[in-house]
């Protein structure tokens, strides 16, 4: 038991120098390391502090911006109240003649129908299922007495071309909402009118300066 002892006992002796050494690199080091470390937390408190000043400017900001811009709302009940434009069905037309009767057959059996396509207009007609008389007939959309072009096929070829999309996309588009699609020649024929009247406008303001 007593070898054991010995054998295990911590001497009580100066440390050689090789130990002294290794510990004084040590200690060295566990102050370059507390350095680094008090270095990495201080230049990332100051990046924090620089995003918060950032997202804070950026907050001020839009915040500035939304008070310059109008109210959402507003502008879009003026857009509502200003705009004649509507996607309908032709059932719901149908719907707010059910009670009215023919003048002919006396019967409540007025619809809506639409008939022919041109491009997004079509001819409405007003007419008795029971009788077969048309009372009234009138094109969707306002029509140009020149060049016969529907100004509802004008708009939305302009709404397309300012996304920067064309033909094919506005074909996708009349798919997707179950609406006849309106044809490639039609499409230009839109898009030629709108280039020229837009010169026409560009020469009238011109020619006033």
Known sequence: MD????????L???????KRLCASNISKRWEKNKVENSAIS???????????????????????KLEVLPSTSASTSNAIEKNPHVIMNNSMGSSLLSNTKCDECNMCSLDVTSNGTYGFSSKIEVKCKN????FKSIFSSPRDNIDKCFEENKKLVEA???????????EVFSMAIGIHAMDE??????LHKLY???NCIKMTFFKCL
């Open 185 to 190: 020649k039609t499409f230009s024929k839109c």
């Open 42 to 64: 201080v230049g990332a408190e100051s990046c924090l502090s620089k995003e918060g000043k950032e997202k804070k400017n950026s907050l001020n900001l839009s915040a500035t």
């Open 3 to 10: 070898t054991v002892s010995r054998r295990y006992r911590k």
């Open 160 to 170: 397309f071309s300012k996304i920067g999309k064309g033909h094919a996309v506005l």
């Open 131 to 134: 009788c077969e008389k048309v």
């Open 12 to 18: 009580k002796r100066r440390p050689s120098k090789r």
């Open 196 to 198: 020229e009247e837009k």
